[in-house]
């Protein structure tokens, strides 16, 4: 009898963990999509192509490695009142998460971006870039890939360029345009 009720025990304990709510980028993300002001984009890497054929075989396999790319912004025009708590939100998740390791940060005086990275340092999984600014608003964008390389995907930027006829990111040009009004 003593052992039925430790079992039953466990089982509402883990009911009770499991049912609390977890907050994640990947929730975040599909969330953002729902809300009024932002912006978001999945990028599937159909949408980058090589400048030319004649690039080294560890740029394409680079570019392989990348899986997906998500953007979400929300601009800082209108969206005043939840600026604040969209961007505590973001650095909750990306600090509370171990799994997210800082690669590096910038600031300048009108914003701060931060780096982060799942994985090992020389087989990345995901990559996120979190910034964010007074007059600018804030953004993520994250990075989905197998076994990345920081050093060479930004050897690979260098010869890449985004299919202009499939993908359009005009939209972003909100958080962009106007900022220095306020």
């Given at each position: 009898m003593k052992k039925y009720k430790i079992i039953l025990s466990l089982?509402?304990?883990a009911l009770v963990v499991?049912?609390?709510?977890?907050e994640s980028l990947q929730s975040y993300l599909v969330e953002s999509q729902e809300k009024q002001g932002f912006i978001t984009v999945d990028i599937p890497t159909s949408f980058l192509q090589l400048k030319s054929d004649d690039v080294s075989d560890d740029v394409?396999?680079?570019?392989?490695s990348i899986r997906k790319i998500n953007l979400v912004g929300l601009p800082i025009k209108g969206n005043e009142a939840v600026y604040e708590t969209e961007k505590a939100t973001i650095k909750k998740i990306l600090n509370n998460n171990?799994?997210?390791k800082s690669l590096m940060r910038f600031s300048n005086?009108?914003?701060k971006m931060k780096l982060y990275y799942t994985g090992d340092k020389d087989a990345i999984d995901e990559i996120i870039a979190f910034g964010y600014g007074?007059?600018?608003g804030v953004g993520i964008a994250r990075i989905l890939g197998d076994n990345m390389n920081?050093?060479?995907i930004i050897e690979m930027m260098k010869n890449v360029k985004f299919d202009g006829n499939n993908?359009?990111?005009k939209q972003f040009s909100v958080l962009f345009n106007n900022k220095d009004e306020k």
């Open positions: 089982l509402v304990f499991t049912s609390c709510k977890k394409k396999q680079t570019l392989k171990k799994a997210y005086k009108d914003s007074n007059k600018m920081p050093a060479k993908i359009n990111l």
